[in-house]
């Protein structure tokens, strides 16, 4: 898809039977066949055809005509592995994929957006790091990228550390106070929603799961008192919402209660942990779900 | 023209400042304003025009006496297509009708009309700083100081460095940065005042009261250092003190648990605890030797020294809380 050694240094792709040239702010020029971008975008149609209609046509290297668009040269080339049947090119950085995802929402192109977003997943899975996440969301929330701001915003709010500004202090230059603002109004929500949807899960004998097991003591909702702490336990920190640390959990009680034959939660059925943790897990992600970002 | 708008491009600092032509004049304008009563003049030669389409009837020589800026763009010709109202020449600005007023009432010898919050004087001193109108800004902070018009209250503080800092107005951006010494520096202090603040704002006054926050600290040490002369030297001999640690010189317990209090609660957050106050370290003082008035030794000296020790404090803790150690700020 690179152009080809008789073309000029600038010329980024050179597609089989193209019939125009896109070029970016930065001089870079990519012969492609209209026909692929004006079924990808309405508003890249529009500006194919606004182009022609103003300039008659416009003709640039091998009279074709060119269509000037501002962005860069890079972001052109990646967008447009995602447009042309080749294979798509993500840009090596989070800055450039999130600049990536943020040209592709503004030429309005669906199917492009989720092609990116699919390879930006398999590159990066969602299980990254909360500087990454606070990033993603500075990054996310300057170019308008509402589902990445929200799915930033929950990994951090899924994250240990507190929502304090003294604890905050290395990122606050990442983005402004609004969206820092936005950010802690994210959490708050969804940390008061999770408390009450765990509350009832809790009064709720955690939606009927854990019928029938015995121990030592119980909560007042007929739940082992050590599952209904640790379920409790996640309305505060929301990481503990982890297989290990329910295993530890467990652990804990067995060192104490393990002895003890009124406690059966050793031989806890496999069926039972599976189906509460089904149910726990059904509770915490529509929690998440329940709340949106500005 | 030509010449004309090139000069509005050096000088605007705004694009909504321009000289406005005969086209434009379709907007609908809300009404002539002119000045208040009682100089409702009848000579005036130009109309400023607010952000929000409300004519202000002024005179070029008092705006160009009061602003490089204005006398440097009067000085052009006007241009042939240019707006007139009542044969007047019409210049349009990027602020509101509010501001205007307030800002073209400093400029005659009127009742002014001063901003109603604090946030509304800091942005009429950035419409000063922007026309260059450097005896009006002076003035509009000598009835700051005088309290004629409003300055910040409270937590508003954290709001007002945020819009000090975004439009460069440095002795603001200073003395809100000191005022919000004393409040915590959180989520839900700063509130809504969080959306007026850039990232580096943010960070940069975090690390104003973290700088202030480890000179209080420091002074604090100071004053709980017994073994180099200082000033908490006078207190050293406490016979209750002697009787635990009989070969050390040490402060009373009394003053340590004081003044260490005080430090550890500074130490446990790095910038968002609000910083020891003169005022209250002297009550905290007063409250603890008077719970220690059965020791002679300790009341004697307090009786002798206790208020020049309590002035020391304060003074100290006040020069720590000021210092400015940074050209940041």
């Known amino acids: 898809m690179v152009a080809s050694d008789k073309y000029p240094a600038n010329f980024l792709i050179n597609y089989r039977g193209s019939d125009l040239i896109l070029r970016s702010h930065d001089d870079k020029h990519f012969r492609v066949p209209r026909i692929y971008l004006v079924n990808s975008s309405r508003v890249l149609e529009e500006l194919v055809e606004s182009a022609l209609d103003t300039h008659g046509k416009p003709h640039g290297e091998a009279s074709l005509p060119v269509v000037q668009l501002p962005e860069s040269g890079s972001i052109l080339h990646s967008l447009l592995t995602f447009i042309l049947p080749v294979s798509p090119l993500l840009p090596s950085t989070t800055e450039k994929a999130m600049e990536l995802l ?75 106070g609004a969206s820092l603002y ?14 009450s949807d765990l509350t009832e899960f809790r009064t709720s004998g955690a939606s009927g799961t854990l019928v029938g097991l015995h121990c030592t003591e119980f909560s007042p909702s007929q739940i082992p008192r050590w599952l209904d702490d640790y379920i409790a336990s996640i309305g505060d920190a929301p990481n503990l919402y982890d297989f290990i640390e329910f295993n530890g959990a467990l652990a804990r009680h067995l060192e104490i209660e393990g002895s003890n034959p009124r406690c059966e939660c050793v031989t806890m059925p496999s069926q039972t942990v599976r189906n509460f943790r089904e149910a726990l897990a059904s509770v915490f992600h529509g929690s998440f779900e329940k709340v949106s970002i500005n | ?97 509010e501001l205007l007023g307030s800002l073209v009432s400093m400029l005659y010898p009127v009742r002014q009309v001063p901003p109603n919050t604090y946030d509304k004087v800091l942005c009429l001193l950035a419409a000063c700083q922007k026309y260059d109108m450097v005896p009006v800004k002076s003035s509009i902070r000598a009835e700051v100081d005088r309290g004629s018009f409003p300055g910040p209250v409270e937590t508003e503080a954290f709001g007002a460095y945020a819009i000090a800092s975004s439009k460069g107005l440095i002795p603001e951006k200073r003395n809100a940065a000191r005022l919000t010494l004393d409040h915590p520096m959180t989520f839900e202090t700063i509130g809504e005042g969080l959306r007026l603040f850039e990232g580096w704002a943010l960070r940069e006054l975090a690390r104003f009261r973290k700088r202030r926050r480890d000179n209080v600290v420091a002074c604090l040490e100071s004053f709980l250092d017994v073994q180099t002369p200082g000033p908490s030297s006078i207190l050293v001999g406490c016979p209750i003190n002697m009787t635990i640690y009989p070969s050390l010189g040490a402060l009373p317990n009394w003053l340590e648990e004081v003044l260490s209090r005080k430090k550890d609660d500074l130490k446990l957050h790095l910038f968002t605890h609000p910083l020891t106050t003169p005022s209250s370290i002297r009550e905290d003082y007063l409250m603890a030797v008077q719970a220690h008035a059965d020791c002679y030794f300790c009341s004697r000296v307090h009786t002798r020294k206790g208020s020049t020790f309590c002035a020391e404090l304060e003074g100290r803790l006040a020069q720590a809380r000021d210092k400015a150690r940074t050209s940041s700020l």
Do not use: C
Not at chain 2, 51 to 68: C, Q
């Open chain 1, 102 to 176: 943020s040209v592709a929402q503004k030429y309005q192109m669906i199917a492009v957006l989720d092609h990116v977003r699919g390879s930006i997943a398999q590159q990066n899975p969602p299980s990254f790091q909360q500087d990454d996440a606070f990033r993603v969301y500075s990054l996310s929330q300057k170019y308008g990228l509402h589902r990445e701001a929200l799915q930033a915003a929950q990994t951090i709010s899924k994250y240990p550390t507190r929502m304090e500004i003294e604890d905050l202090e290395d990122k606050l230059d990442m983005m402004s």
């Open chain 1, 182 to 195: 936005e950010l802690w109004g994210y959490y708050e929500s969804v940390r008061a929603v999770l408390r």
């Open chain 2, 1 to 97: 023209m030509d010449e004309l708008i090139t000069r509005l491009m050096v000088f605007q600092a705004e694009p909504g400042l321009s000289l406005v032509k005969r086209e434009d004049s379709q907007t609908q304008v809300n009404s002539i304003t002119s000045l208040p009563e009682p100089l409702d003049v009848i000579d005036a030669n130009l109309i400023i025009r607010s952000s929000d389409l409300v004519n202000f009837r002024v005179h070029k020589a008092v705006l160009a006496m009061s602003s490089p800026f204005f006398k440097d763009l009067l000085s052009l010709p006007q241009p042939p297509d240019s707006e007139t109202i009542d044969g007047l020449p019409v210049v349009q600005l990027s602020e509101d009708a």
